[in-house]
């Protein structure tokens, strides 16, 4: 394949992978943790649209975390705090253990079990925007599906393209392109293992994903 043929089928894969819906009136809107600064902002700003009462942040030192030094949901209150500090903290619940995305929900589930009570439920049954890292949105929405399956969900990532976020790994010396087909195998693998709802995946992206 030429390099203009790679990085059409690279932005293919993209593409299918950045799950996007437009915003709806929601119970929570949760971050999940990455060095990308954008999701924090998009939580706020969905936040400050009335898009949701609370958010949640959620992500410790994982494979995303590059050099934030600290835990993603930690970074993300720091962003949170120095760029919209309007925003009540007590409507910010922060998990800041968990390494995977499967842990992102299973021990959020656990604060509000010992800390949230009142507002539990509406966790397992209201309506959640989920706003990941834009490659990883459709897997973040399986995952949540799975482990949530009687939550409403809405699909809200940071608004961007594969251009941008290319050049956004680029500066964490990290390249996107090697990592969407490892993404999409995922997507195929993951539900034999019971860790995310089972998605039929287009022949197309399963033939450029190998």
Same mark, same amino acid.
């Given at each position: 394949?030429?390099?203009?043929?790679?990085?059409?089928?690279?932005?293919?894969?993209?593409?299918?992978?950045?799950?996007?819906?437009?915003?709806?009136?929601?119970?929570?809107?949760?971050?999940?943790?990455?060095?990308?600064?954008?999701?924090?902002?998009?939580?706020?700003?969905?936040?400050?649209?009335?898009?949701?009462?609370?958010?949640?942040?959620?992500?410790?030192?994982?494979?995303?975390?590059?050099?934030?030094?600290?835990?993603?949901?930690?970074?993300?209150?720091?962003?949170?705090?120095?760029?919209?500090?309007?925003?009540?903290?007590?409507?910010?619940?922060?998990?800041?253990?968990?390494?995977?995305?499967?842990?992102?929900?299973?021990?959020?589930?656990? /604060?509000?079990?010992?800390?949230?009570?009142? !507002? *539990?439920?509406?966790?397992?049954?209201?309506? %959640? $925007?989920?706003? #990941?890292?834009?490659?990883?949105?459709?897997?973040?929405?399986?995952?949540?599906?799975?482990?949530?399956?009687?939550?409403?969900?809405?699909?809200?990532?940071?608004?961007?393209?594969?251009?941008?976020?290319?050049?956004?790994?680029?500066?964490?010396?990290?390249?996107?392109?090697?990592?969407?087909?490892?993404?999409?195998?995922?997507? /195929?693998?993951?539900?034999?293992?019971?860790? !995310? *709802?089972?998605?039929?995946?287009?022949?197309? %992206? $399963?033939?450029? #994903?190998?």
């Amino acid at each position: 394949m030429t390099n203009k043929e790679v990085s059409s089928s690279n932005k293919k894969l993209f593409n299918y992978l950045y799950l996007q819906e437009s915003p709806k009136k929601a119970d929570f809107i949760i971050g999940f943790g990455h060095f990308d600064m954008k999701i924090p902002a998009r939580c706020a700003e969905l936040y400050q649209k009335g898009y949701g009462n609370k958010i949640i942040y959620t992500g410790g030192i994982g494979a995303g975390t590059a050099d934030l030094n600290m835990p993603e949901a930690d970074a993300f209150l720091d962003f949170t705090k120095k760029n919209y500090p309007h925003i009540p903290l007590e409507d910010i619940i922060i998990e800041n253990r968990s390494t995977n995305t499967g842990e992102n929900l299973r021990f959020t589930l656990s /604060i509000l079990q010992s800390k949230y009570e009142k !507002i *539990k439920e509406k966790f397992h049954k209201g309506k %959640i $925007i989920l706003v #990941a890292n834009p490659f990883r949105q459709r897997r973040v929405f399986l995952t949540t599906a799975h482990i949530l399956p009687e939550a409403s969900l809405i699909n809200c990532p940071p608004l961007s393209d594969y251009k941008n976020e290319l050049a956004l790994f680029k500066t964490k010396n990290e390249n996107l392109s090697s990592q969407l087909p490892g993404e999409v195998q995922k997507i /195929i693998n993951y539900p034999d293992k019971g860790w !995310i *709802k089972r998605e039929t995946v287009p022949e197309d %992206i $399963i033939k450029l #994903a190998k």
